[in-house]
């Protein structure tokens, strides 16, 4: 028996490791994927397995990964060893970038993607609040075309503009149907 896999994807600030941190606290049967990343370690921001780009296209070639893809700059990878509990009915979130989901929803046979959005607004104070960019990267960001999301995918969009439980609650209600 299959869990689930739950991707969650949004614009940068909408508040995706909140989600995916608050669905773990909120009920037990909820995992987070650990992702590796050509990125350096940040002890506040996500768990992932850090590798530089040699060690990346080696564990690529090796066959490590069930999925890969870069974005912004980034190598992204699944390893196989992140996502053995799903195969026992645990179910997994992961933050995937959208170019990867149409592949993701072939290689995944319980999967569903959570699409958060907010106001710009809300996009723009959660950014200048994180500190990681200057106002122009800032405002990039926020004015990105958003890509559309295959039509063939089992999507369930929420606000997350508003307190962290609301959306919670959301996302725990529409799963469990």
């Not at 075309?145 to 997350?160: E, G, I, R, T």
Request: hydrophobic share 40%; charged share 25%.
């Amino acid at each position: 028996m299959s869990g689930k896999m739950i991707a969650i994807v949004g614009p940068s600030g909408v508040g995706k490791d909140s989600v995916m941190s608050g669905l773990c606290r909120a009920n037990k049967n909820f995992l987070l994927v650990q992702r590796a990343i050509t990125r350096a370690p940040d002890p506040l921001g996500e768990n992932h397995i850090s590798l530089n780009e040699d060690e990346f296209e080696n564990a690529k070639t090796a066959g490590a990964f069930i999925l890969d893809w870069t974005a912004h700059g980034l190598s992204y990878g699944i390893p196989f060893a992140s996502i053995k509990l799903l195969h026992h009915g645990q179910n997994m979130l992961i933050n995937l970038s959208r170019n990867v989901l149409a592949e993701a929803n072939s290689v995944f046979e319980n999967f569903v993607v959570i699409n958060l959005w907010a106001s710009k607004d809300v996009l723009r104070q959660r950014l200048y609040a994180r500190g990681r960019e200057n106002d122009k990267d800032i405002e990039k960001r926020i004015e990105r075309n958003v890509l559309a999301l295959p039509p063939d995918l089992n999507v369930h969009s929420v606000n997350n503009d508003h307190l962290l439980d609301q959306t919670i609650n959301n996302i725990i209600e529409y799963l469990d149907k």
